[in-house]
């Protein structure tokens, strides 16, 4: 150390001491920071950055056309949280198949997500599965739009799914006739033997008409045999199934099948989700529905396209027979509502305001 004129060096140690206490208290700092970061933040960033992993359960391929849409689905809703939740699929019927039981296998929490078929419940579901004759008569492009605001009018409609948060209501298309001799009138069925629709069966008894419950996979190999006639059909299945190779002969009938509850989420999976992530799930309902919709629709406007270039024909009934045939079905559905009454559950009342929309009612 330099002494200046024989002093203590007084101000170099006082500014040597100075500066030892400053870089001391910046460690202080620095290290209470560190040890705050470090005993204090890693539980909140690792609680907002927790993954949920859902499992995702249907019967159909990733190629078919319901799963294309359940995966824009999936990956909409990984994006919307920031990929705080993810999705682990398995197709082909892994864990969740087409059967009666999907409904009761979702509740009871099988797979997290999953595509249920109300209509093939073996109990429940009774204004699901009467919904297809309380429908008779919509134009296709309206069926959404009134469901919705039935749906609004009728919580006994939600109600059904016990155990299940419904993500999609979503429609399965029209049902048309197609067969192997042109059906031109409602007469020219009679004495035929076609893959029916549960719930018309009775309509086509009174019609002459034998309706056989057919798997729709197994329609190929029975009409190429002479086994069926024909059978109520999508358009889709003229190009997926090759039934145009079969049949050439279509009548178009508009029987609508409505929408329901399509896609679902167990309440075990669905009450384990923070608020925030709900939000987004409910947020994105009526999209997953339009979506599914449209979907169906282009696939069924390929299969339509598809049976023209195949030469398959299509017909549509003079007014009166139409007329005479859906007035058969809605005997039915008013048949139906009464039995719905008796169980109480308000079915005239949904069947009523169906129709009131259908015609124009505001």
């Not at 056309?65 to 909409?76: P, R």
């Not at 299945?237 to 099948?257: D, I, M």
């Given at each position: ?5 024989g ?7 006082s ?13 202080v ?11 204090v ?9 927790k ?11 990733p ?10 689905w999936m ?6 949280t920031n990929?705080r939740v ?7 019927g892994a864990i969740?198949g087409?059967?009666?039981?999907a409904m ?29 004759l ?8 309206d ?18 799914y016990?155990g299940?948060k ?5 429609s399965?298309t029209q049902?048309?006739?197609l ?23 009775s ?13 729709m ?5 029975s009409?190429q045999?002479?086994i069926?006639?024909g059978g ?17 002969y ?16 167990s ?9 925030d ?8 309902i009526?999209w ?7 979907d ?7 299969g339509?396209?598809y049976g023209?270039?195949?030469?398959v ?8 027979e ?8 809605l005997?039915e ?27 124009g009612?505001?």
């Amino acid at each position: 150390m330099k002494n200046n004129g024989g002093g203590l060096p007084v101000t170099i140690i006082s500014y040597g001491g100075r500066e030892i206490m400053k870089r001391i208290s910046i460690f202080v700092c620095v290290l209470s920071a560190v040890l705050l970061t470090a005993f204090v933040m890693p539980p909140v960033v690792v609680a907002q950055q927790k993954v949920i992993e859902l499992t995702y359960g249907t019967p159909y391929g990733p190629d078919h056309t319901f799963s294309k849409t359940d995966i824009k689905w999936m990956a909409k809703i990984e994006k919307e949280t920031n990929g705080r939740v993810k999705f682990k699929p398995f197709w082909g019927g892994a864990i969740i198949g087409a059967r009666a039981e999907a409904m009761d296998e979702m509740a009871k929490d099988v797979a997290d997500v999953g595509f249920i078929s109300p209509g093939q419940a073996k109990t429940g579901y009774d204004i699901a599965k009467a919904m297809f004759l309380f429908f008779t008569g919509v134009n296709p492009a309206d069926e959404q739009r009134i469901f919705f605001e039935v749906l609004k009018k009728f919580p006994e409609i939600e109600a059904e799914y016990k155990g299940l948060k419904v993500m999609c209501w979503s429609s399965g298309t029209q049902y048309d006739l197609l067969t192997r001799k042109p059906v031109r009138k409602l007469a020219d069925m009679k004495g035929m033997r076609v893959k029916t629709l549960g719930e018309i069966t009775s309509v086509l008894k009174d019609l002459g008409v034998e309706g056989v419950n057919s798997p729709m996979t197994e329609v190929y190999v029975s009409m190429q045999k002479g086994i069926l006639d024909g059978g109520f059909v999508t358009y889709n299945t003229l190009e997926t199934l090759r039934l145009s190779e079969v049949a050439k002969y279509y009548t178009v009938l508009n029987l609508v099948r409505p929408s329901t509850g399509s896609r679902v989420m167990s309440l075990v999976a669905w009450n384990k989700l923070p608020p925030d992530i709900q939000k987004v799930f409910l947020n994105n309902i009526e999209w997953y529905s339009k979506e599914a919709d449209r979907d169906v629709i282009k696939d069924d406007n390929s299969g339509k396209e598809y049976g023209k270039k195949n030469g398959v024909e299509y017909i549509t009934l003079p007014k009166e027979e139409s007329t005479k045939f859906y007035g058969l079905i809605l005997d039915e559905a008013t048949k139906e509502g009464k039995n719905l009454d008796a169980k109480n559950i308000p079915g005239s009342k949904i069947f009523a305001e169906i129709q009131r929309l259908i015609k124009g009612g505001k």
